[in-house]
């Protein structure tokens, strides 16, 4: 593949991370030496027949495989049938076959996953553990990485082509990453972590200076509100959303629409009407001003329109807040494709039956 233009100053950048001091990132680049022999003795070919839904699912945890969060929730629909599983196992580990083959046939480009939801999420951890010099990860936090980055193959990328035949395509961007900077695929995948966030820089004479520091957030006006996205992405179908609207699907992964990556961000929710054209971009109020919100939600809008929609849809957006002040009222007067809806959580304690 061509080195794009911003790929120096991705390596650069890489590069940064990896200096910098920064023990969590270490403790997770470093747990290779117990993570990779554990889980390529699990998955070897020959051993296949012999995985457990126990083994399987100890795997999905963070805690065991010291990389990848919350896979632990798509245990249940993958394990439901296990000797299905082990056979997707087998197409996924044929090193006899081109990889593009053997995911395409995992997740086909019409139809559901070989094993529902056997995405890549989960898909290419396992073949960089079983093969971390050949494959690396494309899960949602790599792609995000790559775009912020700058190096996401946009003008060489084909979105309609079958998945494995992109992930090849991903997968070379991604060695020529490790190959430039020196380093394994696991530790490739462990910076993408950082991607984005402010980093110590350490000068020639091994000087640490610290970034400037960011303004003081605006103050949390209620406790639970960092959950209110993994709420809504859990309980989606029992929501109103739930009603008329479906969590975007990609590659095998029905929620694929949760931090839906792009080049400008993570969009927090990205849903698709489940009988009319229509997608819908879901913004929640954090620690943000209206302008900020209102602004961020129109660039995600615009993102989507260029990059996933096609002529004929209709991309919407959806602002969700504690409460509602005049300022985002003006701005939602003129902005007719953006709603504004407010949540309520209501917590009481209550005496047991006897």
């Known amino acids: 593949m061509s080195m794009k233009g911003g790929f120096p100053a991705a390596v650069a950048q890489l590069r940064g991370i990896s200096q910098s001091p920064d023990a969590d990132l270490h403790q997770m680049i470093e747990a290779r030496d117990q993570v990779l022999p554990r889980y390529q003795a699990l998955f070897a070919f020959e051993g296949i027949p012999s995985i457990t839904e126990e083994d399987f699912r100890q795997f999905l945890q963070y805690n065991n495989n010291r990389h990848w969060k919350s896979l632990q929730r798509m245990g249940p629909a993958i394990c439901a049938d296990m000797d299905r599983l082990r056979n997707a196992l087998r197409i996924l580990l044929d090193q ?8 395409t046939e995992l997740v086909p480009p019409k139809g559901p996953a070989y094993v529902p939801r056997l995405s890549k999420a989960v898909l290419t951890p396992i073949l960089l553990i079983t093969h971390p010099d050949q494959y690396g990860v494309w899960n949602q936090v790599s792609e995000a990485a790559l775009k912020v980055l700058r190096i996401w193959p946009d003008r060489e990328f084909d979105s309609t082509a079958p998945f494995g035949a992109r992930y090849k395509q991903i997968n070379e961007v991604l060695k020529d990453l490790a190959s430039a900077l020196g380093i394994d695929l696991w530790t490739l995948d462990g910076l993408f972590w950082r991607v984005g966030e402010p980093i110590d820089v350490i000068d020639d004479e091994g000087i640490t200076t610290p970034p400037s520091a960011p303004p003081e957030p605006a103050t949390v006006r209620f406790g639970l509100e960092k959950y209110l996205q993994e709420f809504l992405r859990d309980n989606w ?25 792009c080049d400008i961000g993570r969009i927090d929710l990205l849903a698709r009407h489940t009988t009319e054209p229509r997608w819908l971009v879901i913004e929640l ?23 996933l929609a096609r002529p004929e849809d209709r991309v919407e957006g959806l602002i969700i807040a504690h409460e509602a002040d005049a300022s985002i009222g003006y701005a939602l007067d003129v902005s007719k494709d953006i709603r504004l809806r407010l949540y309520e959580v209501n917590f009481r304690l209550k005496e047991p039956k006897s």
């Open 96 to 103: 006899s076959r081109p990889i593009e083959d053997r995911l």
């Open 237 to 261: 179908s029992r929501t109103e959303l739930g009603e008329s609207w479906k969590l975007h699907e990609e590659d095998g992964d029905p929620e694929a629409g949760y931090e839906y990556p």
């Open 285 to 307: 109020k954090r620690n943000q001003t209206s302008d900020q919100t209102v602004g961020q939600v129109m660039r995600y809008m615009g993102w989507v329109r260029k990059h």
